[in-house]
């Protein structure tokens, strides 16, 4: 099972941006679906955006507009750049193949007013 190492989280202020990188133990061409989760302190994860094996990208209501993924199969690389950022954007990111796959260390991102 291909495992994800997730990097590029930080404090940035808020309207900044960040971008984030999830990079794979393996190949991920044959990887259907890989998605970005998030989970803020005493909420829930959620799925924040999702990427199939063609490109074909999902995003949350939330995020919409100011988040975008992509996949670079040939660096095993999967990336969430995010804009406009906000303060409810403050979370630990994570990103896992979708449905299934197993939880990585994720990445902190902290949005400052």
């Known amino acids: 099972q291909v495992q994800f190492v997730e990097s590029g989280g930080g404090l940035v202020q808020a309207g900044g941006s960040l971008r984030l990188s999830c990079a794979a133990s393996?190949?991920?061409?044959?990887?259907?679906?890989i998605g970005w989760y998030r989970q803020a302190p005493g909420r829930q994860r959620e799925l924040v955006a999702l990427?199939?094996?063609?490109?074909?990208?999902n995003y949350a209501d939330s995020v919409k507009g100011r988040f975008t993924i992509s996949r670079d199969n040939a660096k095993n690389t999967v990336y969430l750049q995010m804009d406009s950022l906000k303060p409810e954007d403050t979370a630990v990111y994570y990103c896992?193949?979708?449905?299934?796959?197993?939880w990585g260390q994720g990445t902190q991102v902290t949005v400052s007013s």
């Open positions: 990427i199939s094996s063609v490109g074909s990208t």
């Open positions: 393996g190949s991920i061409f044959s990887i259907n679906g």
């Open positions: 896992k193949q979708f449905p299934s796959g197993s």
